[in-house]
């Protein structure tokens, strides 16, 4: 049994297996380690709202547990939501529920927010302070690879997690067709394209400094022995290189800034939505709005330095 559900629950405690074996069939069905962390902390924490077997759960410690988290945001709240949901439709299939007691629960609607995309200034402040994109030939190759994971995720529009989960059979680097083949959410995998050519030429003296041929592109141990790094361990970096370079940008903002610079290029939003990996392109459409912020200042700015000339 996971030793962390053995650990909160006890093994005697009637929803301890079903949790365990939902939690199994996630991992067999491709989930990454960092959802099925988000799962398991959202149902343990449901479960102290449960008395009883799984056959006879109803609506209504649901309903309290949610009810709980009044405090909470609205997409914390959905997500959890999401966790009960989707363990709730796993008894079902495998006759531990009659019935779905989801069916009747309202779903969670959270409003839509704009992306905060970083300064390009901001973020080449940020890289500059963990190395140069021409390194000193004694920089250590962990800064090395910090380098490169984070410009990996700036200049491919990737998440975080998923530049972490990069091997190096995932890069195709034939001169002048450069690509990296990117595993994102649901087991989708998109082919983005690396078409800044100083970002290649880094990616290839890190390949050279540490190498690598085969298995995780950005690992663990400075002695390269390690497996991949960690998406908290790169977030707990990134921190402290924003910190030493004085500028707040959240690793997720990365993404944003490159999916903007897209937008405002003059990008289509279906290339973009595909470079990203959304599944709909009504999320990318956020970004064309944030265009349009981007413009509306650049023109009040205008404005402001035409109305002082005039005095």
């Known amino acids: 049994m996971d030793p962390v559900i053995s650990e909160h ?17 996630k991992r067999n069905a491709g989930a990454s ?21 799984l056959a006879a759960l109803t609506a209504a410690p ?24 989707s363990f709730c439709r796993w008894a079902v299939r495998h006759d531990l529920l009659q019935a779905n007691p989801m069916d009747r629960i309202d ?14 200034a901001d973020v080449a402040e940020v890289l500059n302070a963990i190395c140069f994109r021409r390194p000193r ?3 250590p190759l962990d ?11 700036y200049v491919c529009g990737a998440r975080a997690s998923e530049v972490c989960g990069l091997y190096v059979e995932d890069l195709d680097l034939r001169l002048d067709d450069e690509h990296a083949r990117i595993h994102g959410k649901g087991g989708s995998v998109r082919t983005v394209l690396l078409d800044d050519r100083g970002y290649v030429s880094l990616l290839k003296l890190y390949l ?7 298995g995780p592109l950005f690992r663990a141990s400075i002695n390269g022995s390690g497996g991949p790094l960690s998406y908290d361990a790169a977030h707990h ?45 009504e999320t990318t459409q956020l970004y064309t709005l944030l265009a349009d912020d981007v413009a509306d200042a650049e023109i009040r700015a205008a404005r402001r330095r035409r109305d002082q000339g005039t005095r």
Not at 37 to 42: Q, T
Request: aromatic share 6%; hydrophobic share 45%.
């Open 107 to 120: 779903t969670i609607k959270v409003p839509k927010t704009l992306p905060r995309p970083a300064a390009a």
């Open 33 to 53: 380690g960092q959802t099925i962390r988000a799962y398991r902390g959202d149902l343990l924490q449901f479960t102290a709202h449960v008395d009883g077997d």
């Open 208 to 214: 050279a400094r540490a190498g690598y041929t085969s």
């Open 62 to 85: 649901i309903r309290a547990f949610l009810a709980d988290l009044g405090e909470l945001s609205a997409a914390t709240r959905k997500r959890k939501r999401a966790a009960i949901a």
């Open 137 to 139: 030939k004694g920089v």
């Open 143 to 153: 800064r090395l690879r910090d380098r490169v994971l984070f410009e990996t995720a």
């Open 237 to 281: 970096r990134w921190e402290g290189y924003c910190q030493a370079a004085g500028v707040e940008i959240d690793i997720h903002q990365l993404r944003h800034a490159h999916a903007t610079e897209l937008i405002n290029a003059g990008v289509s939003i279906e290339a973009v939505r595909r470079r990203l990996g959304h599944a709909s392109a």
């Open 9 to 25: 629950l006890g093994r005697a405690h009637p929803l301890a297996a079903h949790l365990d074996d939902f939690l199994t069939d």
